[in-house]
């Protein structure tokens, strides 16, 4: 079983603080991703990464930034947190790197609910 | 135009019926579909794919893809209590890099006993 595991389910921080999500796969993973989810806006796309070191923007990158040092490992990091980052985070990974493999499935961690006061 | 639509509901349907789920997208070019299903509070979990026209069945579930018509949906026969969720709709465009997926905002669905 693919298993995705986000380092906190709930998470509260100060408006200006540097907030860092962690995520971790332990699949083998080339794919991973970072998505925020929004009541009425559905899911959407922070950045990816197809390999280490390797990133690419989503469609909402703007106060986000990402990290993968290692391929087991992808991490979020907001800059200066701010009210409007209050949202769900979600974690994904998918076996395929760049090589377009249209039936990858993406394979989600447990999410982690961060609340920017 | 949104890339990929779902009607947001709520849908209301008896224990035992057949629950309806519809989902349509923008690019023609588009080459796979899925249906992840997500229960209040818990992430995403994968149902079904589908990448060619037709119809594939898994259990009680059914997906049915119409690429000419730029439609997937999900059918959910002997719909059960433990089906009340969202389910999401999710494409993946051509144009796209790697397993990059769209999705939509999510049908919300109740099964009342």
């Known amino acids: 079983d693919v298993k995705v595991t986000q380092s906190s389910r709930y998470l509260v921080k100060r408006t200006g603080e540097k907030v860092f999500l962690e995520c971790v796969q332990d699949?083998?993973?080339?794919?991973m991703f970072w998505y925020r989810q929004d009541p009425g806006l559905g899911l959407r796309l922070i950045y990816f990464s197809y390999d280490v070191k390797m990133k690419e923007k989503g469609d909402i990158p703007e106060g986000y930034s990402v990290s993968r040092e290692k391929k087991e490992r992808f991490s979020l990091i907001l800059e200066s947190a701010s009210t409007n980052q209050t949202s769900m985070y979600l974690c994904a990974s998918s076996l395929f790197g760049l090589a377009h493999r249209s039936t990858d499935t993406q394979y989600f961690g447990p999410g982690t609910r961060l609340t920017v006061l | 135009q949104k890339e990929v639509e779902q009607n947001s509901g709520p849908l209301s349907v008896p224990e035992g019926a057949i629950a309806s789920l519809n989902c349509t997208y923008s690019?023609?070019?588009?080459?796979?579909f899925f249906w992840y299903r997500q229960y209040s509070g818990k992430s995403p979990e994968l149902i079904m794919s589908i990448y060619s026209n037709g119809d594939k069945e898994d259990g009680r579930f059914t997906a049915q893809l119409n690429k000419a018509s730029q439609y997937v949906s999900l059918l959910i026969r002997d719909s059960q209590p433990s089906d009340s969720a969202t389910y999401l709709c999710?494409?993946?465009?051509?144009?796209?890099?790697?397993?990059?997926?769209?999705f939509g905002e999510g049908t919300q669905l109740t099964v009342n006993p």
């Open positions: 699949m083998d993973h080339e794919n």
């Open positions: 690019d023609r070019g588009s080459q796979s």
């Open positions: 999710a494409v993946n465009p051509r144009e796209t890099s790697g397993s990059r997926l769209t």
